[in-house]
């Protein structure tokens, strides 16, 4: 019976890429000479640190950039609180990976609501979903596709 998995989940290499040309960029530009701005990475948290609100703004919109230009879906991300003290300001950005469960649960309703002859349940932090036909299995594709859940939703694993 084919199945397929759906997921959501960041390539983490091409994170790590992200972040270091984004800290390229930021060593080499004039505004942030000598500001000791930086960007680390660290279990799906990148942490922001420059001197001023002002350029961890734009750090983010650097960071962003890369991210997007590596195929990264910007969805995923989320801003955690700024903290500026001692002349330095930080900013964690949070990668979230995984499907929460209410989103697993929003998922499952959908495809049982569309009538289409597949079955979906929850695995963890992945959606499993099951049909009789390949045809049946890529309907359900698209409509998730077409949905916007939030979260920048992958579908893998997809045997026949």
Known sequence: MPTFDIVSEVDTHEL???????NREIGNRFDFKGSNAKITLKDNVVSLEAEVEFQI????????????KRGIDLDCVSKGKLIEANKRATQDVIINQGISSEIAKKITKLIKESKMKVQSQIQGEKVRVTGKKRDDLQQAMQLLREQNLGVPLQFDNFRD
Do not use: E, H, L, P
Not at 57 to 68: H, L, R, S
């Open 16 to 22: 790590s890429n992200a972040i270091d040309q984004a």
């Open 57 to 68: 703004k734009q750090i983010y919109d650097v960071v962003t950039q890369k991210m997007a």
